[in-house]
C-alpha cells in the first residue's frame, strides 16, 4: 500500500461497510446473548489462555465478552483498517498527524541512545539525547544542592506550571513515583487559570529557596503564561530584584522566542519538538519536575519501560499484542455494545492521577467526528473515561457498575508488591497490600459472575428483597498486573495506553494527534475577557443567554458581597 493513499486517509473502504465490521455487527448478536458464567463453563481453560504478556504487564482479558471467533474478527478489522502498516509509518516519522501535517514521534523520546531515526535529515534520537543530558544535568545540580537560587540558599521547592500535556503528565507520573522521590524537595503542580491555584501552591514557600518551572509547547497557553507572569510578580517582590528571575525559573517549551520573551535565558531552556504531542510528552523535557524528583538514573528506567512496550507493540503478533488487544476491545464494546465510557480502576494509591491522565490521552485524542479524510463518522469514536484509585472507587460508584443499567468496560490495574509491605501499628492485616488486592480480585470476579437470583434465596433473603439483591453480572473487565509499581512499569503502563489510543484511532481512521475542538473556546475566551475588562461596559454581541450572564457578573462583581 503506498505511503500517500494511508497518509491522506483516502483508503481503506468506510469502516462500516467493512466485511469484517460486518461481522462483527453479526457475530455480536450471538455473543451479546451469552453470559460469562456461560463462556467460562464452555472454556476450563479460559482464564489460562485469553492473556497476554509483554514489559512487565500480564493482561488478563478473559473476562470480556468475546470468544475465539470475536478475536479474529476484530483482528480482521485491524488488519482491514491497514493498522501494521500505520504503526509503522507511526515508529518511522510520517505525518502520521495528518491534519498538522506533523509525525507522531513519541517513541523517539524513549528510544535508547546510539540508535538512529532520521527524520527529515535530523537525527532525532540524537537531539533527544542531548537535551536528556542537559535535564540531567540541571536536575543533579538541584538534587546536589549545587544550583542555589539568588540569595545564595539552597533550591527547596520545585512549582511546575503548565496545563494539559505540561501538567497531567508530570504531576500524575510525579504522584506515581513518589515512592522513589527525593524528600528534602517538595513539588507543586500549578495548571489552573484561577489564581487559586498559584496562591495556595506558593502559600507558606520561600521565593529564594524556590524554583518555577514554566512548561508549555507553545508557550502562548493563557494558563500557563498567566500563572508565569503572576510567579515571576511574586518571586521579584519577595527578592526584590529582577535578576533574581534567572536563578529561579527554568521552562520547557519549542518555542525559544516565546520564552526568551518571558525573560528567561537559553541555558534554563531544556526544548522538544513539534513531533511530541502535549499529551504524549511525559518523556520529554516536559518531564523535568519529575526527573529532579526521582532523579536522571530513575527517569532513564522509565523510559526504558516505554521502550519495551513500544518494541513490543512494535514487533508482537496482533493476537498477542497488548496495546492492539485493549483497542480492539475498546472498539468492541464502544462501537458494538454502545458502552459509552471506560473506567480505569487503579488499585494503588500512587497511581490516583493515572485516570485524569488517561482522559486527557485518550479523549483529547480520539475525541473526532470526521475521518482522516474529513468525511463525518457514522460510528462512535472515543469512551469517556474516567475512574479512581481502589478502594475509594468501591463506596462511591462501582454500585452502578453491578447493578447500574450502564454497561461500563473497566480495566483493573494492580501490583502483586506493594511498597510498603509493613503493617502499620494496629492493622488487622500482616500485610495490608493483601487485602487491597482481595478487592482488586474480587471485584472483577463479582462484575463477571454477579450473584443468580437462587443464591439470593439460598442465603435466606426475603422474597420482596431478591430482585434488589441480584447481581446479573457479565460486566466486562481487563486485568492489568505487574510486579511492583517501579519506573519501567509506569512507563510501560503508560506506553501501553498510548498505543491502544492510537490502535482505536487506526480502527475510526481519525486524527488521534490533533486538538482542533479546543480551538473555538480559546478565542472566544478572548474576545470575552476584554469585554470583561473594559471600563465602560461594551454593547454585548453574544446570544441572549450569554449577554444576560455577563452584565449579571458585571453588576455582581462591583456591589460588595
Ligand atoms: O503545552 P501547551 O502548548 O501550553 O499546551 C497545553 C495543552 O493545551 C492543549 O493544546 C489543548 O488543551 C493540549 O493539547 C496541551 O497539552
Same mark, same amino acid.
Not at 489510543?501 to 475510526?508: A, D, S, Y
Given at each position: 500500500m503506498s505511503r500517500t493513499f494511508l497518509l491522506v486517509g483516502a483508503t481503506p473502504p468506510p469502516l462500516t461497510s467493512r466485511r469484517a465490521w460486518k461481522a462483527l455487527a453479526e457475530h455480536h448478536r450471538v455473543i451479546g446473548a451469552l453470559h460469562l458464567r456461560q463462556l467460562f463453563a464452555d472454556d476450563a481453560r479460559r482464564g489460562e489462555r485469553l492473556n497476554a504478556e509483554a514489559a512487565g504487564w500480564y493482561l488478563d482479558y478473559s473476562k470480556n465478552r468475546i470468544n475465539d471467533e470475536t478475536l479474529r474478527l476484530l483482528l480482521a478489522l485491524g488488519d482491514s483498517s491497514g493498522l501494521r502498516e500505520r504503526i509503522d509509518a507511526m515508529f518511522r516519522g510520517d505525518p502520521v498527524n495528518t491534519t498538522e501535517q506533523r509525525a507522531a514521534l513519541h517513541t523517539a523520546l524513549r528510544a535508547p541512545a546510539g540508535t538512529q531515526l532520521r527524520v527529515a535529515g535530523i537525527d532525532v534520537i540524537a537531539e533527544v539525547q542531548t537535551v536528556l543530558g542537559r535535564m540531567a544535568a540541571f536536575a543533579d545540580a538541584l538534587r546536589g544542592g549545587q544550583w542555589l537560587g539568588y540569595t545564595g540558599k539552597r533550591i527547596r521547592n520545585i512549582v511546575n506550571i503548565g496545563i494539559g500535556g505540561s501538567d497531567l503528565g508530570p504531576a500524575m507520573a510525579y504522584k506515581a513515583l513518589r515512592h522513589y522521590s527525593q524528600r528534602e524537595l517538595h513539588f507543586r503542580f500549578v495548571s489552573n487559570l484561577?489564581?487559586?491555584?498559584?496562591?495556595?501552591?506558593?502559600?507558606?514557600?520561600?521565593?529564594?529557596?524556590?524554583?518555577?518551572?514554566?512548561?508549555?509547547?507553545?508557550?502562548?497557553?493563557?494558563?500557563?503564561?498567566?500563572?508565569?507572569?503572576?510567579?515571576?510578580?511574586?518571586?521579584?517582590?519577595?527578592?526584590?530584584?529582577?535578576?533574581?528571575?534567572?536563578?529561579?525559573?527554568?521552562?520547557?517549551?519549542?518555542?525559544?522566542?516565546?520564552?526568551?520573551?518571558?525573560?528567561?535565558?537559553?541555558?534554563?531552556?531544556?526544548?522538544?519538538?513539534?513531533?511530541?504531542?502535549?499529551?504524549?510528552?511525559?518523556?520529554?523535557?516536559?518531564?523535568?519536575?519529575?526527573?529532579?524528583?526521582?532523579?536522571?538514573?530513575?527517569?532513564?528506567?522509565?523510559?526504558?519501560?516505554?521502550?519495551?512496550?513500544?518494541?513490543?507493540?512494535?514487533?508482537?503478533?496482533?493476537?498477542? +499484542?497488548?496495546?492492539?488487544?485493549?483497542?480492539?476491545?475498546?472498539?468492541?464494546?464502544?462501537?458494538?455494545?454502545?458502552?459509552?465510557?471506560?473506567?480505569?480502576?487503579?488499585?494503588?494509591?500512587?497511581?490516583?492521577?493515572?485516570?485524569?491522565?488517561?482522559?486527557?490521552?485518550?479523549?483529547?485524542?480520539?475525541?473526532?467526528?470526521?475521518?482522516?479524510?474529513?468525511?463525518?463518522? +457514522?460510528?462512535?469514536?472515543?469512551?469517556?473515561?474516567?475512574?479512581?484509585?481502589?478502594? +475509594?472507587?468501591?463506596?462511591?460508584?462501582?454500585?452502578?457498575?453491578?447493578?447500574?443499567?450502564?454497561?461500563?468496560?473497566?480495566?483493573?490495574?494492580?501490583?502483586?508488591?506493594?511498597?510498603?509491605?509493613?503493617?502499620?501499628e494496629g492493622s488487622q492485616s500482616d500485610d495490608p497490600h493483601n487485602l487491597l488486592m482481595a478487592n482488586f480480585f474480587a471485584q472483577t470476579e463479582a462484575l463477571a459472575f454477579g450473584k443468580t437470583a437462587a443464591q439470593v434465596r439460598a442465603e435466606g433473603t426475603a422474597d420482596k428483597l431478591v430482585p434488589h439483591r441480584v447481581l446479573e453480572g457479565n460486566r466486562p473487565s481487563n486485568t492489568l498486573l505487574a510486579q511492583q509499581l517501579t519506573p519501567?512499569?509506569?512507563?510501560?503502563?503508560?506506553?501501553?495506553?498510548?498505543?491502544?489510543?492510537?490502535?482505536?484511532?487506526?480502527?475510526?481512521?481519525?486524527?488521534?494527534?490533533?486538538?482542533?475542538?479546543?480551538?473555538?473556546?480559546?478565542?472566544?475566551? +478572548?474576545?470575552?475577557?476584554?469585554?470583561?475588562?473594559?471600563?465602560h461596559a461594551p454593547a454585548l454581541e453574544h446570544d441572549s443567554s450569554t449577554n444576560t450572564l455577563m452584565r449579571r457578573y458585571q453588576r455582581l462583581r462591583q456591589e460588595s458581597p
Open positions: 484561577d489564581a487559586t491555584a498559584l496562591v495556595e501552591a506558593t502559600r507558606g514557600l520561600d521565593a529564594a529557596e524556590t524554583l518555577f518551572i514554566v512548561c508549555s509547547k507553545t508557550f502562548t497557553t493563557l494558563e500557563t503564561l498567566t500563572n508565569g507572569h503572576a510567579a515571576r510578580t511574586w518571586c521579584v517582590a519577595q527578592l526584590g530584584d529582577e535578576r533574581a528571575v534567572a536563578r529561579h525559573f527554568a521552562a520547557v517549551s519549542t518555542n525559544a522566542e516565546g520564552v526568551a520573551r518571558f525573560g528567561i535565558a537559553p541555558a534554563q531552556m531544556f526544548g522538544f519538538w513539534d513531533w511530541v504531542g502535549g499529551r504524549y510528552s511525559v518523556d520529554s523535557a516536559i518531564g523535568l519536575s519529575l526527573m529532579i524528583a526521582i532523579g536522571p538514573e530513575q527517569f532513564r528506567a522509565m523510559l526504558a519501560g516505554f521502550h519495551a512496550m513500544d518494541t513490543h507493540f512494535h514487533s508482537a503478533p496482533f493476537g498477542r +499484542n497488548l496495546p492492539v488487544l485493549l483497542g480492539l476491545l475498546a472498539v468492541w464494546y464502544t462501537n458494538f455494545f454502545n458502552a459509552q465510557t471506560q473506567a480505569v480502576l487503579p488499585y494503588d494509591q500512587y497511581l490516583q492521577r493515572l485516570p485524569a491522565y488517561l482522559q486527557q490521552l485518550t479523549m483529547e485524542s480520539n475525541g473526532k467526528q470526521v475521518t482522516l479524510a474529513g468525511m463525518r463518522v +457514522n460510528y462512535a469514536t472515543s469512551p469517556i473515561v474516567w475512574g479512581e484509585a481502589g478502594t +475509594n472507587g468501591q463506596h462511591s460508584f462501582y454500585q452502578l457498575l453491578h447493578q447500574g443499567t450502564a454497561l461500563v468496560p473497566c480495566d483493573f490495574i494492580g501490583f502483586c508488591q506493594g511498597l510498603h509491605p509493613q503493617a502499620l519501567g512499569a509506569l512507563g510501560a503502563l503508560v506506553a501501553l495506553y498510548e498505543h491502544s489510543v492510537f490502535t482505536q484511532g487506526v480502527i475510526w481512521n481519525i486524527d488521534s494527534f490533533d486538538q482542533w475542538g479546543v480551538e473555538l473556546g480559546k478565542a472566544l475566551a +478572548n474576545q470575552t475577557a476584554a469585554e470583561l475588562a473594559s471600563v
